[in-house]
């Protein structure tokens, strides 16, 4: 019963270059979330998507992509890293918010390092 | 716009202690859901609690308590009885009416620390 999954735990990189995060979830939710946690300010939304081939932009989702090619995945790309981006990163899962269901699973979290 | 403000940054306690974690929201929707979030040192963010805008009624979970308060806009959250693994970060968050995806506004968190 894995519920959210996110893949690395753990990521340095060097400042201009490219990864992505990857969030698996198995409890069949259509909605998943993109967050950041910096210190002093919470999570903030970076983009989500309300089912397979959708995505939607959130608070901050300059400098970040995604895509949701399958429906238990969501990936976050950063395609030019900068040290601003240095951050813990949590991928969550709901299922609709109108399904009174709309708790949002959390994911153990990435933390990245841009250095 | 949606707005959650939890002003205790920090809150130390001795054991066995009650300990009450504030928790003011700002929205327009007249529908939107509250949550609580615990945050242990491990980093996992943990569901504790959602409460939605038509139910005012206060709940009591084992140790924990929630007092929901739609004329002040506060959603608190008391520990009864505060045990040394209840120090976490707890997240005030808020979910509004637009669209139908929960997303979700947090507050900056407050950090709780239980010593014996």
């Known amino acids: 019963n894995a519920g959210v999954t996110q893949t690395p735990k753990f990521r340095v990189l060097k400042t201009g270059q490219s990864m992505t995060l990857l969030c698996a979830q198995d409890?069949?939710?259509?909605?998943m979330y993109w967050y950041r946690q910096d210190p002093g300010m919470g999570l903030r939304l970076i983009h989500y998507?309300?089912?397979?081939?959708?995505?939607a932009k959130g608070e901050v989702p300059d400098g970040y992509n995604v895509s949701r090619l399958k429906k238990q995945n969501f990936l976050l790309g950063l395609e030019s890293a900068a040290p601003s981006q240095t951050s813990v990163y949590f991928c969550?899962?709901?299922?609709?918010?109108?399904?009174?269901?709309?708790?949002?699973?959390f994911g153990a979290g990435t933390r990245l390092s841009v250095l | 716009a949606q707005k959650v403000t939890q002003a205790q940054t920090e809150i130390s306690v001795v054991e066995k202690e009650d300990v009450t974690l504030d928790c003011v929201y700002e929205t327009r929707d007249t529908t939107y859901y509250l949550f609580w979030y615990k945050q242990p040192p491990s980093g996992e963010l943990v569901f504790l609690i959602r409460r939605n805008s038509f139910d005012e009624q206060n709940e009591i979970s084992g140790r924990y308590s929630w007092n929901f308060q739609k004329s002040t806009s506060s959603f608190n959250f008391t520990i009864t009885a505060s045990q040394v693994v209840d120090s976490a970060v707890y997240f005030c968050a808020l979910s509004g009416n637009t669209g139908t995806a929960s997303k979700l506004t947090f507050g900056t968190g407050t950090r709780l620390q239980v010593t014996l």
């Open positions: 998507s309300v089912g397979e081939g959708t995505t």
């Open positions: 969550a899962s709901s299922l609709p918010r109108y399904g009174a269901k709309n708790i949002q699973y």
């Open positions: 409890m069949n939710h259509e909605y």
